[in-house]
């Protein structure tokens, strides 16, 4: 149990130090107030904090004049969610009426915790995969909005990435359902480790993946992160107690060259990828305006 900074006092300068011996204290199981609460699951009252051979806090509560202590735990179904301390300058024995009115309010606080950890978990679900827990691709298009706003504002570079993992299918066919799965959360995983503090990773749908970098130098930068990623899937993925080796093939779209709207670039993005499969796949390709104009024209 880690100490929190909530605290309240009828006197707070007096008891700094106590304060600050509490809140330099880790609590084990079993251990002082806190970890006996853990360990019982039931509230725990110390007559005398200060003459206690289980509170490691009893030289300084003694120096500030604290002595009996009472605590209760806050639960959220098996998981505590605080302990709760309370300390009185006398010495208190046990009393039955008052333990039983502070395991009401535990009751009724742990059903408070509860409702906002379900409210919680509601809007976190609303805004990730469920699969990988990546951002789904409504957080994406938030994100997206507000970091192409700035980005026209303030005159700067913003690039798309669209990921499509090669032959998925086959995984799913050969290994089953469930390793793909697997498969798609381990990429998930390694997709992060190659993006910059500030860039997005979000599973779009099935196989494919988006990234969004909100502030880039230019193309090269672009580059430079797609090399990255096709070069993070070289190493293979142990699945079904075999290596799996999975490609990328991607496709990119940068502000003005590739759009200049949400939608212009995850399109042009998305094209860009078809490109990169016709071209042999595990590699990528950059949306540029000449390239639209030749595919137009009829040159490609």
């Known amino acids: 149990?880690?100490?929190?900074?909530?605290?309240?006092?009828?006197?707070?300068?007096?008891?700094?130090?106590?304060?600050?011996?509490?809140?330099?204290?880790?609590?084990?199981?079993?251990?002082?107030?806190?970890?006996?609460?853990?360990?019982?699951r039931k509230a725990a009252w110390v007559p005398d904090v200060?003459?206690?051979?289980?509170?490691?806090?009893?030289?300084?509560?003694?120096?500030?004049?604290?002595?009996?202590?009472?605590?209760f735990a806050v639960w959220t179904g098996e998981e505590v969610a605080a302990v709760l301390e309370f300390f009185s300058r006398q010495t208190l024995v046990e009393d039955a009426n008052t333990l039983s009115i502070m395991e009401h309010i535990a009751t009724q606080l742990s059903r408070v915790v509860e409702r906002e950890n379900a409210a919680a978990k509601i809007n976190y679900l609303a805004y990730h995969d469920t699969l990988t827990g990546l951002p789904n691709r409504r957080l994406f298009k938030d994100r997206m909005d507000i970091s192409l706003d700035q980005a026209l504002r303030f005159d700067r570079q913003l690039a798309v990435l669209f990921l499509d993992l090669d032959r998925f299918k086959v995984v799913n066919d050969s290994l089953g359902h469930k390793a793909g799965d697997e498969l798609l959360h381990l990429v998930s995983t390694r997709l992060l480790q190659c993006v910059k503090q500030g860039e997005t990773v979000a599973r779009w749908a099935g196989d494919e993946f988006v990234?969004?970098?909100?502030?880039?130098s230019g193309p090269d930068e672009v580059r430079e992160g797609a090399d990255l990623i096709i070069e993070s899937m070289r190493s293979p993925f142990f699945i079904c107690n075999q290596d799996v080796f999975v490609t990328f093939s991607l496709g990119a779209a940068v502000l003005s060259e590739g759009g200049s709207s949400a939608e212009s670039l995850l399109r042009n993005a998305d094209t860009a990828v078809y490109k990169a499969k016709q071209l042999g796949r595990n590699r990528y390709e950059i949306f540029p305006a000449t390239w639209l104009y030749s595919r137009k024209s009829g040159s490609r």
Request: hydrophobic share 40%.
């Open 1 to 40: 149990m880690i100490p929190s900074r909530l605290w309240y006092f009828d006197d707070p300068d007096r008891y700094h130090a106590f304060r600050t011996k509490t809140e330099a204290t880790s609590f084990l199981f079993g251990c002082g107030l806190p970890g006996r609460v853990v360990s019982s």
């Open 50 to 71: 200060t003459i206690d051979s289980n509170f490691p806090r009893a030289q300084v509560a003694l120096e500030h004049g604290l002595h009996a202590g009472f605590a």
């Open 211 to 216: 990234i969004l970098m909100p502030e880039v």
